[in-house]
Structure formats: C-alpha cells, structure tokens
T-cell receptor
Framework: DTAVSQTPKYLVTQMGNDKSIKCEQNLGHDTMYWYKQDSKKFLKIMFSYNNKELIINETVPNRFSPKSPDKAHLNLHINSLELGDSAVYFC??????????????FGPGTRLTVL | GNSVTQMEGPVTLSEEAFLTINCTYTATGYPSLFWYVQYPGEGLQLLLKATKADDKGSNKGFEATYRKETTSFHLEKGSVQVSDSAVYFCALSGPRYALNFGKGTSLLVTP
C-alpha cells in the first residue's frame, strides 16, 4: 500500500486555467504538508495542516488554496495558473507537527507544466 | 532564521569510491537533522536522521553525525554503488516544524 499518494502524477495545462492536486495518506498521521520543488530542485514549504487546521501558510500567492476535508487528505487548488507555477509539487505527512524529531513521508510528486 | 547549506553538485564518482557531501546549518534551538534522497523520477525518501548533538544516523552504508560545535551534518559512505546515483538533500526541522532543505547535491556514480 502506498503511504502517501498524489494524483495526478503529471498535469499539463494552459495559462489561466484552474486545477487541483489531491493527496492522501494512509499512515494515520495528524500533519500534512505541501512543498514546491522548482526547476533547480530547490524545495520549499508552502502549507501545513494539523488535524485539518492550517498551521503554516508561507508567502504563497492567494491563487493557491489548500483544503483538508479530513486529516488523511490535503488537496491543493490553484486558480488562474501562471507560467511560473510550473514545478513539481510534493505532499508529505508526519505523525505530529509538534515533534521536531518526526520523519516526514513524501508522496511521489505531481509535475505541473503550465503552457 | 534557519537555513541549510550544502555543497554544490554535481558530484561524479567511480563505483567503490568514498563519498562525502558537506552540509552545514544555521538554527535556533535544537533542531533535528535529516538526509533525504530523491532517485530519478521519484519522491523524497528519508535516508537517515539525527535528533540531538553527537547522534549518528546511519542507513544503507551512509552515515552522518550531528556536530553542534561545527554546525554540520556531513553525509559519508565508504564505497558508493551505481544505484546510489540520486539527489541528496540535507534538511533541518524548522521553528514552525516544516523542513528547511538545502539546495540538493546531485550524485552520479559511474561503473
């Protein structure tokens, strides 16, 4: 069983469109994250949720909106896509956000290409 | 704020060579330190971690020791294999619990 899964794996779309990426974890973790990896492989946190509550909201454009219907799911909706949004988006989860020793488990990534 | 600095890649080694990838950090408090590996086309996997000073993390022949005095967490392996070719990320647990990553070091091991 895949611990952290994301769909879709690849997403190609036109500028101005709205798209969503879904993430699910079956590890029973309380905390989930979205990271963005740019073309130079640099990874940066975007959001984190703990038990459906938003904890971290980095300086991400308002066009990005995370939604957590339950603690096993964290979806990312992006409005009015721009060329600069092209990247690989990784979902991750960990047991408890308050424990700095916890390992984060990553999904396989979604490669978003905006044309 | 917290930050991680890794040696720039790419690093190219012959099979069975010794590997060191340097990682230094700046942090307040007592962060945990991690090495993650990303194989081509895949997500990140935890390679090893250390949660306090002088701890040594190890896995699959890789080792790293949490050195508070030098604020370092260098990754080492005595004999690399072609299958170790990947991108390696050093990371620390940040003040709001997300991971702060270094820029990654690409390793290519040739037969």
């Amino acid at each position: 069983d895949t611990a952290v899964s994301q769909t879709p794996k690849y997403l190609v779309t036109q500028m101005g469109n709205d798209k969503s990426i879904k993430c699910e974890q079956n590890l029973g973790h309380d905390t989930m994250y979205w990271y963005k990896q740019d073309s130079k492989k640099f990874l940066k946190i975007m959001f984190s949720y703990n038990n459906k509550e938003l904890i971290i909201n980095e300086t991400v454009p308002n066009r990005f909106s995370p939604k957590s219907p339950d603690k096993a799911h964290l979806n990312l909706h992006i409005n009015s896509l721009e060329l600069g949004d092209s990247a690989v988006y990784f979902c991750a989860s960990s047991q408890d956000i308050r424990r700095v020793t916890d390992t984060q488990y990553f999904g396989p990534g979604t490669r978003l290409t905006v044309l | 704020g917290n930050s991680v600095t890794q040696m720039e890649g790419p690093v190219t080694l012959s099979e069975e060579a010794f590997l060191t990838i340097n990682c230094t950090y700046t942090a307040t408090g007592y962060p945990s330190l991690f090495w993650y590996v990303q194989y081509p086309g895949e997500g990140l996997q935890l390679l090893l971690k250390a949660t306090k000073a002088d701890d040594k993390g190890s896995n699959k022949g890789f080792e790293a020791t949490y050195r508070k005095e030098t604020t370092s967490f260098h990754l080492e392996k005595g004999s690399v294999q072609v299958s170790d070719s990947a991108v390696y990320f050093c990371a620390l647990s940040g003040p709001r619990y997300a991971l702060n990553f270094g820029k990654g070091t690409s390793l290519l091991v040739t037969p």
